[in-house]
């Protein structure tokens, strides 16, 4: 359910109670959507948030009292903007679905169905982001076909659009050319009317041809009529378009004295395609051929393979053979890369090649990535084979090939094109005479080894203790010396490089290991305290456990037994639990601590206050300390906003009787406010980093 976007869903959520909406955020980045929440606690703080911020959606609880699903409702439809509502629902019967659609609602959310409600809550996000998108092309196909009328306009080319037979607009050249001082003189007019008695016939025909949807011959020879009746030869041709959204044909007229000879014609627009150095198809055309391909990529699922290359060393070489010859090698080059492609395919059009730079060449190929592949090891050992004589010398090159096999997931000119010339680039840094393709397909297949393999190191790392615990001390600021420590879990690869649980976690959840792992960490750690306790140095280690630990009714018998079999206090043991998973499962959290307090171990509730109404949840739940998120001790120096957001922290959990822990703790400055705004205890960097040993001295 990740969503790929970059910026996070502003959510407003309309909800009688805090934890409910909560909930209901915690739900979604679960999911993997990031969420920026509102929270409206009255209809004018409702009308005020959509007026002044960005909403991508809002999200009512049909059975709100504090502000009701039908003033809701109306606000939104009333505010002007593309807002979509959905509505919170426990249960749902027909006649609740009616009203909810009756008010505008776009979609229902269950509550109780998670699938359905992250389904619709990301299909409307997407519907959204899709209007937005077609908002914003709709503007920029105005100004484009306000641009295309500027030139159209501007045109030499007697060029008409068409349309059931009808002109429904011309330029001025077309005007000129059959004596007409403005488009009103033929507006509406039929085409029929400028085309000579004797060819009307065989013209009626190929218009009724081109109303079928059949495809327009590149150029029709037939002798046209102007306003006073006199008749001139004239070639046609004809191409689809669009016009203010009606489907047409663009014609464009051209006197036939100036295309005397339809042969000559043909080899002029054969040349215009082409290099005039190599004879093989010009940059222009073969980009022109290369958008094709994407759009049929795009349409029909079919794949084709995108190939940049370069001959090795051009430089030197063509300063052997003297720049006079430049153009004999490039050609030389360009008659190996022909011979090297099947003639079949050349002849079906399922290979183009095109001189694409001063030295660089591109092929195109319809085929999957072994087709691509095939051809371009062909190129690489024909090219390495050949012998080319150039200015009374003769030699060999080799050629560096990037490419990218197009597929629908990469449908995209920019996105080819860039991604071939990174692997070209990636082959010419290697020492050339190299082949480098990237397959989308080959990357999906490469991620889903690169998860099984983290699967097995994980599972190798419980087995064989692979796992480190690094310890970063908390001090007091009130200058108490209890040493604490909190434990960071890393991963050994055996190195001596350690991985961060943020490279793996997520990995680790998915297949189901994030039990195991808590585990060995609460065993490792009560073996570190019984350590220090041995040498005569009683220390207290805090350890983040996941919602997995949460909901794992034997853990804390787990917790105690390890404690009773070194003979310690639970006191040396602060287990560590976020706010957004204690709202969304407070009963299991309330049952844990009451399980673990038996023991004596301690709670702490970290990234607190980044929620709806952080303090509304110390009525249900109360830890021993709370960690303050890390987003209010960033720059804190240099933000009066989190300074005072701190202090009010500070001075409530002080009144409740609960400790307070900032981390993150960056500088000196930063020390001196959190000292001053009465917090108990300061972790970070600054003070120390994590490490393998517990030896900081806390006496200083």
């Given at each position: 359910?990740?969503?790929?976007?970059?910026?996070?869903?502003?959510?407003?959520?309309?909800?009688?109670?805090?934890?409910?909406?909560?909930?209901?955020?915690?739900?979604?980045?679960?999911?993997?959507?990031?969420?920026?929440?509102?929270?409206?606690?009255?209809?004018?703080?409702?009308?005020?948030?959509?007026?002044?911020?960005?909403?991508?959606?809002?999200?009512?609880?049909?059975?709100?009292?504090?502000?009701?699903?039908?003033?809701?409702?109306?606000?939104?439809?009333?505010?002007?903007?593309?807002?979509?509502?959905?509505?919170?629902?426990?249960?749902?019967?027909?006649?609740?679905?009616?009203?909810?659609?009756?008010?505008?609602?776009?979609?229902?959310?269950?509550?109780?169905?998670?699938?359905?409600?992250?389904?619709?809550?990301?299909?409307?996000w997407n519907d959204l982001e899709a209007r937005r998108s077609q908002r914003r092309l709709e503007a920029q196909m105005r100004e484009t076909q306000r641009r295309c009328d500027m030139l159209i306009d501007s045109s030499r080319e007697p060029i008409a659009y068409i349309h059931e037979g009808m002109h429904i607009r011309a330029n001025q050249a077309y005007l000129e050319m059959f004596g007409y001082e403005s488009f009103d003189d033929i507006e509406g007019m039929s085409l029929l009317d400028l085309v000579a008695p004797g060819d009307v016939d065989a013209f009626k025909t190929l218009l009724k041809s081109l109303s079928k949807g059949e495809e327009a011959p590149p150029r029709y020879e037939l002798t046209?009529?102007?306003?006073?009746?006199?008749?001139?030869?004239?070639?046609?041709?004809?191409?689809?378009?669009?016009?203010?959204?009606?489907?047409?044909?663009?014609?464009?007229?051209?006197?036939?004295?100036?295309?005397?000879?339809?042969?000559?014609?043909?080899?002029?627009?054969e040349l215009r395609k082409r290099d005039q150095a190599t004879g093989l198809l010009n940059r222009p055309t073969f980009l022109h051929t290369l958008e094709e391909a994407v759009v049929d990529a795009a349409q029909s699922r079919q794949q084709y393979g995108l190939l940049l290359l370069e001959p090795d060393n051009y430089q030197r070489y063509l300063n052997e053979i003297g720049l006079d010859s430049a153009d004999d090698l490039l050609?030389?080059?360009?008659?190996?890369?022909?011979?090297?492609?099947?003639?079949?395919q050349l002849a079906e059009n399922s290979v183009h090649v095109a001189r694409f730079g001063e030295h660089s060449f591109a092929v195109l190929i319809r085929g999957d990535h072994t087709v691509t592949t095939t051809l371009a090891e062909r190129i690489r050992i024909a090219a390495s084979e050949q012998v080319f004589e150039v200015g009374g010398k003769s030699g060999t090159i080799t050629a560096s090939i990037g490419g990218v096999q197009i597929g629908e997931k990469n449908a995209s000119v920019t996105q080819a094109m860039a991604k071939a010339s990174q692997c070209l680039q990636s082959s010419l840094g290697v020492g050339g005479n190299h082949i480098e393709i990237f397959d989308p397909s080959a990357v999906d297949r490469a991620e889903e080894e690169r998860i099984q393999a983290w699967v097995e190191r994980l599972r190798d790392a419980l087995i064989n203790d692979r796992f480190l615990l690094h310890y970063q001390p908390i001090?007091?600021?009130?200058?108490?010396?209890?040493?604490?420590?909190?434990?960071?879990?890393?991963?050994?690869?055996?190195t001596g490089e350690t991985v961060s649980p943020s490279?793996?976690?997520?990995?680790?959840?998915?297949?189901?290991?994030?039990?195991?792992?808590?585990?060995?960490?609460?065993r490792h750690a009560i073996d570190a305290i019984a350590e220090r306790k041995q040498a005569g140095k009683d220390v207290t280690v805090l350890l983040k456990i996941t919602q997995s630990s949460l909901q794992d009714d034997t853990l804390p018998g787990?917790?105690?037994?390890?404690?009773?079999?070194?003979?310690?206090?639970?006191?040396?043991?602060?287990?560590?639990?976020?706010?957004?998973?204690?709202?969304?499962?407070?009963?299991?959290?309330?049952?844990?601590?009451?399980?673990?307090?038996?023991?004596?171990?301690?709670?702490?509730?970290?990234?607190?206050?980044?929620?709806?109404?952080?303090?509304?949840?110390?009525?249900?739940?109360?830890?021993?300390?709370?960690?303050?998120?890390?987003?209010?001790?960033?720059?804190?120096?240099?933000?009066?906003?989190?300074?005072?957001?701190?202090?009010?922290?500070?001075?409530?959990?002080?009144?409740?009787?609960?400790?307070?822990?900032?981390?993150?703790?960056?500088?000196?400055?930063?020390?001196?406010?959190?000292?001053?705004?009465g917090i108990s205890y300061a972790e970070g960097d600054f003070l120390a980093v994590a490490a393998p040993t517990m030896n900081y001295d806390f006496d200083l």
């Open positions: 359910m990740a969503q790929k976007k970059d910026t996070a869903l502003r959510l407003m959520l309309v909800a009688d109670l805090v934890n409910e909406a909560e909930a209901v955020v915690s739900r979604l980045r679960n999911a993997g959507i990031a969420v920026r929440p509102l929270r409206p606690e009255s209809m004018d703080d409702l009308a005020d948030m959509l007026a002044g911020q960005p909403v991508d959606m809002l999200l009512a609880d049909y059975a709100a009292v504090v502000l009701p699903f039908e003033q809701v409702a109306k606000a939104v439809m009333g505010c002007g903007k593309d807002v979509p509502l959905l509505a919170m629902l426990d249960g749902i019967t027909d006649d609740i679905l009616e009203n909810v659609q009756a008010l505008g609602a776009q979609a229902v959310a269950l509550r109780d169905r998670p699938q359905q409600f992250l389904k619709n809550v990301q299909t409307e046209a009529r102007d306003s006073e009746g006199n008749s001139f030869p004239a070639v046609m041709e004809f191409s689809p378009a669009e016009y203010q959204g009606e489907h047409c044909q663009q014609v464009i007229f051209r006197h036939q004295a100036v295309e005397v000879d339809p042969e000559l014609a043909r080899e002029l627009e050609a030389a080059i360009a008659h190996g890369l022909q011979s090297t492609i099947d003639t079949q001090i007091h600021l009130m200058g108490e010396p209890r040493p604490i420590y909190e434990g960071y879990l890393r991963l050994d690869f055996g490279s793996f976690m997520h990995i680790a959840e998915e297949h189901g290991l994030l039990g195991e792992i808590d585990r060995w960490v609460i787990f917790i105690g037994e390890r404690l009773a079999e070194h003979g310690l206090s639970g006191s040396a043991l602060l287990l560590q639990v976020p706010e957004s998973k204690v709202f969304i499962n407070l009963r299991a959290v309330q049952d844990f601590a009451t399980a673990i307090g038996q023991y004596g171990c301690q709670m702490v509730l970290e990234q607190f206050g980044a929620g709806l109404d952080s303090f509304q949840l110390l009525t249900h739940f109360q830890p021993s300390f709370i960690k303050i998120d890390r987003s209010f001790t960033e720059d804190l120096a240099k933000n009066s906003s989190n300074q005072q957001r701190i202090r009010e922290l500070a001075q409530k959990a002080h009144d409740m009787g609960i400790q307070s822990i900032a981390e993150f703790v960056q500088d000196a400055a930063s020390m001196t406010i959190l000292f001053a705004s």
